[in-house]
């Protein structure tokens, strides 16, 4: 049986996942020192236990070290296997290096983790110019897919829904949606001048269709995208729209910012502990923990 140790603030979530999966789970205790060291506890009755740790790494340049810490502490304490289930993987969308001299982030991030995990399962990773985790990870590697799950949701609240993808990267998600909920769906074309400049377009010779708009995107961070889209919507005399968001990031203001340009309602994914969390990703990440942690078990 596998043992989830959750960091702070995923204890929701990590109670979700072990009633999923009929396992235990236990807090990580994190203490910061003034001069910003941390101090990692872990329960200390680890040995022969196969553990997950559950992390979203929203901020995983200050999480990346308290990682580290808590697998080799695992390990020392007598952890069988230690894999990590992290919602939400930042650092997936730098996977090139489009200016000279930049870092290509996802697979030096991807060997970082390798040298502390046996495996990784996350939720839809910021993946464009690769088709799946294993070409980042050396290790085990788990995408699970939160499609069903908001197609669900907006088969249930938003009948009429009509689904809007704000740019071409967000259409593996809204073309999924859109098939298993059976409701049409349109692609917007964007052009980025920078990391809060956005300028956002309808495509030509699209009639407007009756429903409401229900705006997706995988992540959302300073909200200008979505935004952009909400006040070209609300011009053109549709109905306030609704957001759906797999990651919230929020950066700044960004959850009020899309509330003032006209959004009726924001809904997100708990694979970043939010308000406006309605849709619960603990079904397939407990799937995903089970299935990573036998294989670890099986390969011993």
């Given at each position: 049986?596998?043992?989830?140790?959750?960091?702070?603030?995923?204890?929701?979530?990590?109670?979700?996942?072990?009633?999923?999966?009929?396992?235990?789970?236990?807090?990580?205790?994190?203490?910061?020192?003034?001069?910003?060291?941390?101090?990692?506890?872990?329960?200390?009755?680890?040995?022969?236990?196969?553990?997950?740790?559950?992390?979203?790494?929203?901020?995983?340049?200050?999480?990346?070290?308290?990682?580290?810490?808590?697998?080799?502490?695992?390990?020392?304490?007598?952890?069988?296997?230690?894999?990590?289930?992290?919602?939400?993987?930042?650092?997936?969308?730098?996977?090139?290096?489009?200016?000279?001299?930049?870092?290509?982030?996802?697979?030096?991030?991807?060997?970082?983790?390798?040298?502390?995990?046996?495996?990784?399962?996350?939720?839809?990773?910021?993946?464009?110019?690769?088709?799946?985790?294993?070409?980042?990870?050396?290790?085990?590697?788990?995408?699970?897919?939160?499609?069903?799950?908001?197609?669900?949701?907006?088969?249930?609240?938003?009948?009429?829904?009509?689904?809007?993808?704000?740019?071409?990267?967000?259409?593996q998600w809204v073309e999924r949606i859109a098939s298993l909920s059976s409701r049409p769906f349109e692609i917007w074309e964007k052009r980025r001048t920078g990391d809060r400049q956005v300028a956002v377009s309808r495509p030509d010779g699209h009639d407007r269709p009756f429903g409401t708009p229900v705006v997706v995107d995988d992540i959302v961070s300073t909200g200008h995208t979505m935004m952009d889209v909400i006040r070209q919507?609300?011009?053109?005399?549709?109905?306030?729209?609704?957001?759906?968001?797999?990651?919230?990031?929020?950066?700044?203001?960004?959850?009020?910012?899309?509330?003032?340009?006209?959004?009726?309602?924001?809904?997100?994914?708990?694979?970043?502990?939010?308000?406006?969390?309605?849709?619960?990703?603990?079904?397939?990440?407990?799937?995903?923990?089970?299935?990573?942690?036998?294989?670890?078990?099986?390969?011993?």
């Open positions: 049986m596998t043992l989830i140790l959750a960091f702070p603030g995923m204890e929701g979530l990590a109670g979700g996942i072990a009633n999923e999966a009929g396992c235990d789970w236990h807090p990580i205790d994190l203490h910061r020192f003034p001069d910003g060291e941390s101090l990692v506890t872990l329960p200390d009755q680890l040995a022969g236990q196969d553990v997950a740790i559950l992390a979203t790494l929203r901020d995983p340049d200050r999480l990346a070290l308290q990682l580290l810490f808590a697998a080799s502490t695992a390990r020392d304490l007598g952890a069988r296997s230690v894999g990590l289930a992290a919602p939400y993987m930042g650092y997936m969308r730098q996977d090139s290096r489009f200016e000279a001299g930049q870092a290509v982030s996802a697979p030096i991030f991807a060997r970082f983790l390798e040298q502390s995990f046996d495996w990784v399962v996350t939720a839809d990773p910021h993946l464009h110019r690769h088709a799946s985790l294993d070409q980042l990870f050396a290790i085990p590697a788990l995408r699970i897919e939160a499609a069903p799950l908001i197609a669900e949701w907006i088969g249930q609240n938003v009948p009429d829904a009509v689904l809007i993808g704000p740019d071409s990267e967000s259409r919507l609300l011009a053109a005399g549709w109905k306030s729209p609704v957001c759906v968001i797999t990651h919230a990031v929020f950066a700044d203001q960004a959850q009020e910012d899309l509330l003032a340009s006209g959004a009726a309602r924001i809904v997100s994914t708990d694979s970043i502990p939010h308000e406006t969390n309605a849709i619960s990703l603990c079904a397939p990440l407990a799937r995903g923990i089970v299935q990573l942690a036998d294989g670890a078990r099986s390969r011993r």
